[in-house]
């Protein structure tokens, strides 16, 4: 049994949650959209897993999503042979560009990074968690201290708060990432540190070039890409709120506005936003999260998020399969007591006129109760203006196109399904209804509002909506 909830799950798969056992589980207990961490692991493990979970997502008849999340222009930093470095509190260690001499156990492989820093600049490593000062500059070495006791873990995250690192959108290892995307099954692709549009035109050409028929995902995590939010949410297909890396990017205080404004912009855009990073950090460890994580969770629904996601909970954590169904038991009550505000918004093309409509009749009190609204879509497009207004009625998106299928599991409230539709013109929708009829979908006696265009397999051409009794 899946869990029933709107609100979609985004786990990150690792070593943790990457056997078949645990995926299956991880599904029935609601989980839409893997997320595959390419900073992580080799390209080979990340094949063979999008594989397994294709498979196991056809073997158990359920749409999942496929995220991968490349590097782009993010920091990261090596530790000699990937082993974890011990430092002291108050030691002084040697960060450089390569590994020049046995002195040298950490890297930051960046020569630019280097003619930017000086003595005295704060580098943080693992999402703020450690802390070095830089003592002493000498080219491309920096001589640090650390603030604590620390623990430097190989390929950890490094930011450098007020500093701007002109650093390429893609780098050498995703555009290789991106070649296995071209030949896997992939719906999503995030880029870390999305700063401009001009990063997602760049990212948007390269997949071209190797058929990769994904989503972009821009990840909001520093203050160029808040600077340019409105440009990067026109520009992607989706965004990110990544909560670890902006909360150091920018000033802590501004974490929790950031987060509403974004999400609140992105429903304005008729575009699904996942909320990230450390929403149940504790169950890494632990098997419950602690009441402010709970609490969360649910205030990043009441702020009208699309998904939430968990990332080290589910890929290395000790309970990942306990961290997705406390997110799916929040997230069910959180949106039983769910008042969001209706958009207001003027609609800019015939689908958006049409979804007013529909939503009007919603709420008209001359019409008898709805039970459903089903979208017939070739793109998606017309089930994500519904998901936008989060009408408190099930959002069935029907299609013949299984990556719109697919990329539509990251909409709240939609349920999307594969169904193949005729050709010519649009009379009736009758003989796709007996279909749903037959998978259990709908069921006689159903009234549903109906939206769809004028022809089938054309997309683009919403322009009719009705109320139907499912016969």
């Keep these: 049994m899946i869990a029933q909830k709107q609100t979609k799950i985004v786990a990150t798969i690792g070593p943790a949650s990457d056997s078949p056992e645990t995926i299956k589980e991880l599904i029935e207990t609601g989980v839409n ?5 390419m900073k992580h692991a080799d390209i080979a493990w990340h094949e063979e897993r999008i594989k397994l979970v294709d498979d196991i997502s056809k073997e158990m008849n359920v749409p999942l999503g496929i995220l991968i999340d490349l590097q782009g ?24 560009s390569t590994f020049s001499n046995s002195d040298i156990n950490v890297c930051i ?74 030949k896997s099954k992939v719906d999503f692709v995030a880029l870390s540190f999305s700063r401009t549009k001009e990063d997602i035109e760049i990212l948007r050409t390269e997949m071209g070039k190797r058929n990769v028929k994904a989503a972009i995902i821009a990840k909001i995590e520093s203050q160029p890409a808040i600077d340019n ?46 909320t990230a990073t450390q929403m149940l950090q504790s169950m890494v460890d632990s098997p419950r999260p602690t009441r402010a994580e709970a609490t969360d969770v649910a205030n990043a629904i009441f702020d009208g ?38 958009k207001c918004d003027v609609p800019h093309d015939t689908a958006q006129l049409i979804v007013h409509a529909a939503m009007a009749m919603i ?49 709240f409230g939609v349920s999307p399904v594969k169904v193949d539709f005729p050709k010519g013109d649009i009379l009736h929708v009758e003989p796709i209804l ?21 022809k089938w397999q054309i997309p683009g051409l919403t322009n009719s909506v009705s109320i139907i009794r499912v016969s």
């Design 363 to 411: 709420d008209s009190v001359e019409h008898p109760k709805i039970d459903a609204i089903i979208a017939f879509t070739e793109t998606g497009y017309s089930a994500k203006i519904l998901s936008s207004f989060r009408p408190n009625l099930p959002i069935i998106a029907v299609s013949r196109n299984q990556t719109t299928v697919e990329q539509l599991t990251l909409s």
């Design 109 to 182: 492989p960046h020569e630019v990074v280097f003619e930017v820093l000086k003595e005295g600049d704060q580098i943080l490593i693992d999402d703020g968690f450690l802390e070095f000062t830089i003592v002493e500059k000498n080219g491309d070495q920096l001589v640090v201290e650390a603030h604590d006791n620390y623990i430097i873990k190989h390929r950890k995250g490094v930011n450098l708060p007020g500093k701007h690192i002109n650093l390429p959108s893609l780098i050498e290892d995703d555009l290789r990432k991106l070649d296995m995307a071209g």
């Design 229 to 274: 939010l409105d440009d990067l949410i026109e520009a992607a297909d989706g965004i990110m709120v990544a909560r670890g890396d902006l909360g150091i990017e920018i000033p802590i205080k501004e974490l929790a506005f950031w987060q509403k404004e974004i999400i609140r912009k992105c429903r304005i855009a008729n575009k699904p936003v996942i």
């Design 305 to 342: 998020t699309d998904a939430v996601m968990l990332s080290g909970e589910s890929a290395s954590g000790k309970y990942p399969v306990k961290a997705v169904d406390y997110m799916s038991r929040i997230a069910a009550f959180t949106e039983s007591k769910t008042n969001l505000i209706m």
């Design 33 to 37: 959209v893997f997320r595959f961490n």
């Design 73 to 96: 222009p993010e920091i990261r930093i090596e530790t000699r042979d990937h082993a974890d470095i011990i430092v002291k509190k108050g030691e002084r260690i040697i960060f450089a």
């Design 434 to 454: 007996e279909q749903l009829k037959a998978m259990r979908i709908v069921e006689k006696g159903q009234i549903i509002i109906s939206i769809h265009g004028s």
